[in-house]
């Protein structure tokens, strides 16, 4: 897409009339989403200024914004709204024209079930990450500038000078949508399927863009389509992207996909990056237990106190868990030295894990570990947390693993 193809198409519906609409309805969107977000980034400049200097407040009701809370944090101010709006922005320039990708996806996330745009957006795009990969197409066409770095951007003149417009729209009646979703392409067509397919699967095949933008893949590709993409990342370099394939994989389950993660799982060694290494061991111990030498490698990898490219070992804890599932005979050891890491990441995830499991046994090891490490928050926490509370603080998979763990040990197991 080009930025005098989507300027064309934006004038278009704002005049009424319907130009030739641009060929990635996704990109579209996100064009018009971001200039939504340039005009909510300066109402958030006008609310930031009418706050209690943040020396003596740092956090608070907003004067004037019934429902809505403000808490200053580094170099910026976020914004809670009572519908769960989340608008944060740091200070990069006076006019709030710089934006930040992730505080940009967190905004629609948050929104993305309310408004036509974000709606459509999120259709599209439905994962923060894959908003964030995406804005690089949006560089290419000239769409978004970066004034510095490779971080923070601002939109291009031409379209800065139509945010006020495009936020006037009412998208909510009928026959206003029907005319964007016609000037935007926004056709739910064989073609068009097919050529956001083709754009996901070449962007998650990329090794810069294979992280962010494998779990959106995952959830649009038909099988055969995401296991190909899958099977090119797995091949490339031992990185976050491989193993965010192997993340993908292990939930949605294809057997062929077994000789793939083995292929990958040999060429893994305790010098790379962790994440690789911990979701080849939890699909393979998940989906292919008979993997020769499993239990060995599992011991091996997590025996690693200091994992590369950390100060700890951040997996320790979903080592212990994976040794609970699968590894019993292993799992004592690993949740006891897990709850004294000094990595808290790791403290905090075997540490919620137990209070969600919730049996005498959890709460004599958590226990026991806070008699050691008073100090350490995360195990506070987690011992404060009743289980119903703490299955809460899990994801839909990991209270399912929780309420499994429950059932599995005795009240009072000793390993």
Known sequence: MKLAEIVRSIDGALAGETAS???SPWLAWLTLVLMRQRARQAWHRRIVETLPPRREQGHGRVPGQPGWRFRFHGNGCCLTGPGGELVDVDWHDDEAAIIDPWFFAARIASIRARDLPERRLWHWLPHRAALIAAIPDLRIAGIVEYPRGEHVFRLCDELEQ?????VAVEFAAPAVAARWLAALGDRDTPPVRAAHHRWLSDRASTGTHAYKMLPTAARILPPDELLRVCETVMAGSIDAGAGQAVAELRVRFDPRAVPLVRRLFARV????????????????????????????RFIEFASVEVA???????????????????LPALALDLVRRALRSTTPAAVSDIATMLAAIGQPWCHRELAAALAQRADDTELAQANRLDPARALRELDRGERRVALALRQAYPPEWAG
């Open 21 to 23: 609409p641009p060929e």
């Open 162 to 166: 139509r945010v006020a417009r495009v």
């Open 269 to 296: 060694t305790t010098a790379e990056l962790p994440f690789p290494a911990y979701q080849c061991l939890a699909f393979l111990l998940e989906h292919d237990p008979q993997t020769p030498d499993i239990r060995q």
């Open 308 to 326: 590369a490219g950390f100060l700890g070992n951040p997996f320790l804890g979903r080592y212990a868990i994976l040794a609970l599932r699968h």
